[in-house]
T-cell receptor, first 115, second 114 residues
Framework: EDQVTQSPEALRLQEGESSSLNCSYT??????LFWYRQDPGKGPEFLFT???AGEEKEKERLKATLTKKESFLHITAPKPEDSATYLC????????????????FGKGTKLSVIP | DTGVSQDPRHKITKRGQNVTFRCDPI?????LYWYRQTLGQGPEFLTY????????KSRLLSDRFSAERPKGSFSTLEIQRTEQGDSAMYLC????????????FGEGSRLTVL
């Protein structure tokens, strides 16, 4: 069974204080790993897709990286508007035996950036 | 393009009643998904449609849940004989191949079962 574990559950940063969020995953065959951002009362918003170990993606103050067992979301010099819950999800490939179109999400990391 | 639209946004019902949620995906997206999210948890997959065909359904999905997507456009999710454990946010998402994991989510329909 695919599993995604995110840490920490909550993170409180001062504005400008860089940090990283962790996503550890177990999947029989990885098709892709995804990062989403979710604001309170809203649906998740897509951020990044990573397909293979060593891959990196960047968007503004966010950078996502991938190894064979985990992914990191690095936040550089965060601003209060970066406050949200960040969700990690994996998608198994068609050879895993599980449905290949479903995403398995972690519980998320709730990030608060204090001015 | 107005994004994924869900209706109603909030529904309060009594235990044992039936409820139905509607989702209108982004018009050119042929893939549609339903997820459920409870407080403090990540979204949990329920079911997936490609056009009008329901191709995947969670093994955890009770027989009280049914989803349709007639004509491959909007979709409905019906919950029969609701239970308090059904209280959750029901999220609809759509996507267009080949980006299978890049989902566009709606704002969700929040269900409260009393």
């Amino acid at each position: 069974e695919d599993q995604v574990t995110q840490s920490p559950e909550a993170l409180r940063l001062q504005e400008g204080e860089s940090s990283s969020l962790n996503c550890s995953y177990t999947v029989s065959g990885l098709r892709g790993l995804f990062w989403y951002r979710q604001d309170p009362g809203k649906g998740p918003e897509f951020l990044f897709t990573l397909y293979s170990a060593g891959e990196e993606k960047e968007k503004e103050r966010l950078k996502a990286t991938l190894t064979k067992k985990e992914s990191f979301l690095h936040i550089t010099a965060p601003k209060p508007e970066d406050s949200a819950t960040y969700l990690c999800a994996v998608q198994a490939n068609e050879y895993s035996g599980a449905g290949s179109y479903q995403l398995t999400f972690g519980k998320g990391t709730k990030l608060s950036v204090i001015p | 393009d107005t994004g994924v639209s869900q209706d109603p946004r909030h529904k309060i019902t009594k235990r044992g009643q039936n409820v139905t949620f509607r989702c209108d995906p982004i018009s050119e997206h042929n893939r549609l998904y339903w997820y459920r999210q409870t407080l403090g948890q990540g979204p949990e997959f329920l079911t997936y449609f490609q056009n009008e065909a329901q191709l995947e359904k969670s093994r955890l999905l009770s027989d009280r849940f049914s989803a349709e997507r007639p004509k491959g456009s909007f979709s409905t999710l019906e919950i029969q004989r609701t239970e308090q454990g059904d209280s959750a946010m029901y999220l609809c998402a759509s996507s267009y191949p080949p980006e299978g994991g890049e989902l566009f989510f709606g704002e969700g329909s929040r269900l409260t079962v009393l």
